[in-house]
Every structure is written in structure tokens, then in C-alpha cells.
């Protein structure tokens, strides 16, 4: 065993160690990255559709009374999307730190003019949206499409 | 006369050659478990993201069935009685010139939709929901929607649910 070969196979040692350190380093941070926004994507998804359950069932019960009541309709269709706020206001539980939850009239914000073009002749509705970590759900809610107004 | 014997010696190319191998040999195990671990988090990360996108796509279509059952509750309501395949041809009930074009194709929050298929539901005590398929035209992704009717005649069926039930 010459001093020669002892300093290569250090110096071979403690390179393939120092990448691998850094390697099992970045994945691990991945790894994390990943974990986080996993749970936050869960969370965003139970608050979205824990939301939109909370509507369809408010709807159901006012499409139910209307009928036993002899109306066809409970309400207009722009009554509807104010009742539907009050709706989301009186089911809303406080959300997580990192989640938001936000309604919106369409056209969304990020749609423009395909959209407008689009939604122009369609009846009054609301867009349902969650975000949170970089991640944002949404989804459309129309009172007309759960028998709450007809437009 | 006895033979001197001769005393193994040990050979220093032997001795000297054996330092440098196992050092090769762990760094290659090293970093073949590093890039193993980077590999599967790389893995993680691909799988959350066709998780998120396939979240995005359902999002896409439960909203491209509420537009299409909100359409089918205004003026295409003299639709909901037919099956979608009569649409085109036999729109007796509906006003002269009324198009089926917008409850068969459209968009909703940047994404294509295609109505597959429209299969009519029963009002009443025997009341059974229509069954709306709808697909994204990119990626193909198909979704079967339930939505309840009401009405009798002589009015017009009327929607008065959605629900998703599946693929």
C-alpha cells in the first residue's frame, strides 16, 4: 500500500460521499416539496368539494320546500346567486392558514374574452374556487343546473 | 541435503491493489443509492402532478356540466325529453330555430367540452335521472353526470339536480 494509492482512494471516497450527500440532500427536500403540496392539494380538495356539497344539499332542500309550496321555482336567477353567497357565508367553517376559498361571477379573471364570449348568453353563475401552495381549484356552479331558478 | 525451503512472501502488487478497488466500490454503491432515492422523489413529484391535473380535468367537467344542465333548464329545455342522438333531427317541442349547438359543444374555464351522450330521465313517482355524458376534448376524459327532472304534462320537464356518478 503505497501513500499514493491511500490519497486517490480518499480523495475517490470523499468525492462519490460529498455527491451523494448532496444528491440524498436535494431529494429529500423534493421529497418534502412533494409531501407539502400533497397535503395542501387534499386540503384544497375537501374544502372545494365540502363547499359545493353544502350548496347542492342547501339547493335540493329549497327546490323541495318551493315544490311543497305549489312553485315551480324558488327564485330568479340573480336571487339565486345572492342566496348562494349567503349560503357558502353560513356554511363556511374557518378554512386552514393556507387555504382560500373565493366566489367569483364569471367571466373568471383568467378566462377573458373566450370566456366572456362564451358565458355572454348563459345563465347567472358562480365560479367556486380554492387555492393555496401554487395550487388553485375551481369549479362552476350554476343555480339553474340544481333547479333553483329557471333562466 | 535438505533443500532450503522458501517462505511464501507476500506480493506487494497484491497488497498494494486492494485500497483503491474498495474505494471505487463504495462510492459507486454511494452514489447509485443517491441517485435511486433522486429518482423516487422524482417519481413523487411526477405522480402529484397527475394527481393536481386530474383533479383539473374534473373540475373542468362537473363545470361543464353545470353549463350544460343550466342551458338545458332555459331555452333547451324542450330537449330533455329526447335523447341526444334525436336532437338534431327531431326538436318538435323547441322554438323554430333553436340550435342544439350549444348544450353539444363549448367551453368552460379554458377547456373544450363534447356532450357524448344524453340519455332522457323519468319524472314522477317512478322518477329515475337522465344520465348526461360528457367528455374534455383534450385527453379524452369522459364523466357521467346524473341530473333529476321534474315537470308533468302538460308542462315542460324542468332540471332540478346534478350530481356526478362516475366514469
Do not use: Y
Not at chain 1, 78 to 103: C, F, G, H, K, Y
Not at chain 2, 50 to 61: I, K, T, V
Not at chain 2, 108 to 118: F, G, I, K, T
Amino acid at each position: 500500500m503505497t501513500l499514493a494509492e491511500v490519497l486517490m482512494s480518499t480523495l475517490v471516497f470523499a468525492l462519490a460521499a460529498n455527491s451523494s450527500a448532496q444528491l440524498w440532500g436535494s431529494a429529500l427536500s423534493w421529497n418534502q416539496r412533494a409531501e407539502q403540496r400533497q397535503e395542501a392539494l387534499h386540503r384544497i380538495d375537501l374544502e372545494l368539494l365540502q363547499r359545493e356539497r353544502a350548496l347542492r344539499l342547501a339547493a335540493a332542500a329549497q327546490v323541495k320546500a318551493a315544490g311543497d309550496a305549489g312553485a315551480e321555482v324558488p327564485m330568479s336567477c340573480d336571487e339565486a346567486l345572492a342566496w348562494m353567497d349567503e349560503q357558502l357565508a353560513i356554511a363556511r367553517s374557518p378554512l386552514p392558514q393556507e387555504v382560500s376559498l373565493a366566489t367569483a361571477l364569471p367571466p373568471a379573471p383568467a378566462l377573458e374574452a373566450v370566456s366572456e364570449a362564451a358565458s355572454a348568453e348563459d345563465p347567472p353563475a358562480l365560479w367556486l374556487t380554492a387555492s393555496g401552495e401554487g395550487i388553485e381549484r375551481r369549479r362552476l356552479f350554476a343555480p339553474a343546473a340544481h333547479g333553483l331558478c329557471r333562466p | 541435503m535438505a533443500l532450503p525451503r522458501v517462505l511464501p512472501v507476500p506480493s506487494r502488487g497484491a497488497e498494494a491493489g486492494f485500497l483503491l478497488p474498495l474505494s471505487f466500490g463504495v462510492s459507486l454503491v454511494l452514489l447509485l443509492s443517491a441517485l435511486s432515492v433522486q429518482t423516487m422523489a422524482l417519481q413523487g413529484s411526477r405522480l402529484a402532478a397527475a394527481e393536481l391535473e386530474q383533479r383539473r380535468l374534473d373540475d373542468a367537467l362537473a363545470s361543464a356540466a353545470e353549463q350544460v344542465a343550466a342551458r338545458l333548464s332555459g331555452s333547451h329545455a324542450c330537449l330533455l325529453p329526447l335523447a341526444s342522438e334525436l336532437w338534431e333531427s327531431a326538436a318538435g317541442g323547441c322554438a323554430p330555430g333553436l340550435s342544439a349547438a350549444p348544450v353539444l359543444s363549448g367551453q368552460v374555464d379554458a377547456a373544450a367540452w363534447r356532450l357524448v351522450s344524453w340519455t332522457p330521465g323519468v319524472p314522477g313517482a317512478a322518477a329515475r335521472p337522465g344520465e348526461l355524458r360528457l367528455e374534455l376534448s383534450q385527453g379524452k376524459v369522459q364523466r357521467l353526470f346524473a341530473l333529476d327532472v321534474a315537470g308533468a304534462a302538460p308542462w315542460p320537464l324542468r332540471v332540478v339536480g346534478l350530481r356526478g356518478i362516475g366514469r
